[in-house]
């Protein structure tokens, strides 16, 4: 992680003031943290929101062979796994947006853009029996037991960054209560 920015904006008589950070490669992206606050407290929010972030990364992240994600997704499908309380919540989160989106967004869209590529490079168009998967849940969750329900891959990229923004700033809260987080385009903030 390369720090790019730290900034104080305002009179360095004022104690509290409001402090920028900047850092390259955080999830692969640009993390950009604003707080108000003493300088102490702006560099401990900073470093609690990263923190946090990196805690998230190993339990969410497809890039990471050893994340708790992808351990679950390795467990054969009707098998229950044990998740974590985070885990849990990103499950619970795609399974409501499916049902809210009618099935606009479903973590499995992977499988049909695995698909059309293989088709395109036949040069036909593919046999959409992969379709019936798309009807159900993709897991059954019970309070922390997990059970996959669905044989294909499944990508959370489009909800998890959003929790993890929001996540690290309730960890940056302890030390700023007036901070916001920008995270390659997902933002969080609290405070005025």
């Given amino acids: 992680m390369l720090n790019l920015v730290t900034s104080s904006l305002s009179k360095l ?14 999830l692969g992206t640009t993390f950009e943290l ?3 606050g003493s300088s102490k407290d702006a560099h401990r929010a900073c470093d609690l929101a990263l923190a946090e972030i990196d805690r998230l990364e190993s339990i969410y992240s497809r890039y990471k062979p ?10 054969p499908i009707g098998n229950s796994f044990k998740v974590s309380d985070d885990l849990a919540l990103l499950l619970q989160s795609s399974l ?4 809210q989106s ?8 992977d499988a049909y853009v695995s698909l059309w590529k293989q088709a ?7 046999e959409l ?11 059954k969750l019970e309070g922390n037991l997990a059970t996959r329900l ?22 940056a809260n302890i030390f700023s209560p007036q901070i916001s987080i920008n995270l390659g385009g997902d933002l969080s903030h609290s405070g005025h």
Wanted: with cysteine; glycine share 6%.
């Fill in 129 to 139: 029996t992969i379709t019936e998967y798309f009807q159900d849940d993709f897991c």
């Fill in 96 to 99: 409501d947006w499916v049902k």
């Fill in 13 to 26: 008589s004022n104690p509290k003031r409001i402090h920028r950070f900047c850092y390259e490669n955080v």
């Fill in 66 to 75: 050893k994340s708790e994600l992808n351990r679950f997704l390795l467990v």
């Fill in 34 to 36: 604003t707080a108000f």
């Fill in 150 to 171: 669905f044989p294909f891959s499944l990508n959370f990229n489009a909800i998890a960054k959003g929790l993890i923004v929001d996540k690290a700033l309730q960890a």
């Fill in 102 to 109: 009618s099935g606009a967004f479903h973590p499995g869209v």
């Fill in 120 to 126: 395109e490079k036949l040069g036909e168009l593919p």
